[in-house]
């Protein structure tokens, strides 16, 4: 059975930064990509940022460019949103999920951790 767990969310100042981790328990031979997710309050979830498991490869929205990066540890099956330069509009729950195939949905995914910017 596979389990993400996300960790690291928290209050912080405009600017400042903050670190996520995915913690990813049960198998990861069929992972094609991991995600990292946000949804505000009264808005969708929306992908921010993804990374290929097996090989290299990142993406990142427009928005988040520049100011975070996404990177993976296969060996202890982890995964990292490292955010920097914070602003409010990245206030949200952050989600990690992995996706099982390309072209398939994200099939697992985590709890959640809450990401919150004050200006």
């Known amino acids: 059975q596979v389990q993400l767990v996300e960790s690291g969310g928290g209050l912080v100042q405009t600017g400042g930064s903050l670190r996520l981790s995915c913690a990813i328990s049960g198998h990861t031979f069929d992972f094609y990509k991991m995600g990292w997710f946000r949804q505000a309050p009264g808005k969708e979830r929306r992908l921010v940022a993804a990374?290929?498991?097996?090989?290299?490869?990142?993406f990142y929205v427009d928005s988040v460019k520049d100011r975070f990066t996404i990177s993976k540890d296969n060996a202890n099956n982890m995964v990292y949103l490292q955010m920097d330069s914070l602003k409010p509009e990245d206030t949200a729950a952050y989600y990690c999920?992995?996706?099982?195939?390309?072209?398939?949905?994200?099939?697992?995914w985590g709890q959640g951790t809450q990401v919150t910017v004050s200006s």
């Open positions: 999920a992995a996706q099982v195939g390309y072209g398939y949905e994200y099939k697992y």
């Open positions: 990374i290929n498991w097996g090989a290299e490869g990142s």
